[in-house]
């Protein structure tokens, strides 16, 4: 992405509605700020996906554990999604 085409996207966004939100996609872990009228409402914190190894275990077998522990989680207003072996970084342990 150059300044032009971030330039030329805005400019086309507002020609479409008045509020525009800009944004960009990372991977790993990232910090969601929510500032409206110039003032930091919220920030979220969005770690990467981990699971913690034993040694015996397999990384897919970690991940279906992680799994069945998050589908669990009942008392939250943000669902967490399943992982899967994607979700790890080439060369690097999930």
Avoid: W
């Avoid at 085409?5 to 996609?25: F, I, M, P, R, T």
């Avoid at 409206?36 to 913690?52: C, D, E, N, S």
């Avoid at 077998?61 to 999604?81: A, G, H, S």
Wanted: hydrophobic content about 35%.
């Amino acid at each position: 992405m150059t300044i032009d085409s971030l330039y030329d996207a805005v400019k086309s966004g507002l020609e479409q509605d008045s509020a525009l939100v800009v944004q960009e996609q990372i991977t790993g872990e990232e910090v969601r700020f929510v500032i409206i009228k110039q003032r930091l409402r919220a920030a979220i914190l969005r770690k990467r996906p981990a699971v913690t190894g034993d040694g015996v275990s397999t990384i897919e077998q970690l991940l279906k554990n992680e799994n069945d522990v998050r589908r669990t989680i009942t008392d939250t207003m943000v669902t967490y999604p399943s992982l899967d072996i994607s979700m790890c970084d080439k060369g690097d342990v999930c």
